[in-house]
């Protein structure tokens, strides 16, 4: 490095460090000043994350481990087919028709 630009670097920082006065300066915050809230918050945060990773580490076990297998799901086939069976009776003896007679053929009043 030449001298002359050790010169000039050496009175920036001089002018630099003339400028900053007792004035200009704050005493720095006590680790204490932070107190409790501080570090339950950030707890807080530790704990929320691991409870995130863990929740999404739990959910990734369980898809990996346990997959869909197509034989667990039964197919939908055809729905079966309706009953031909017939109701039974409403009345539980039978009962002649008044108006049909089975042995007699049924015959027009005009003929």
């Known amino acids: ?4 630009l050790e010169g000039r670097i050496r009175r920036a920082m001089a002018d630099r460090a003339g400028a900053v006065t ?6 720095a915050i006590p680790p204490t ?7 339950r918050r950030r707890m807080l945060i530790v704990a929320a994350t691991a409870g995130l990773t863990a929740a999404a ?3 990734t076990a369980v898809v990996v481990l346990h997959p869909h ?7 939908a086939g055809p729905p079966p ?20 007679s089975s042995t007699a053929p049924a015959t027009s009043p005009g003929r």
Do not use: K, N, Y
Request: proline share 26%.
């Open 33 to 39: 000043a932070m107190g409790p809230p501080a570090r």
């Open 81 to 100: 087919a309706p009953s031909t069976t017939t109701p039974p009776p409403l009345s539980p003896t039978a009962t002649s028709s008044p108006f049909a």
């Open 69 to 75: 297998r197509p034989d667990d799901v039964v197919p």
């Open 57 to 59: 580490a739990i959910l």
């Open 1 to 4: 490095m030449s001298s002359e």
């Open 22 to 27: 007792p004035d200009l300066l704050q005493p």
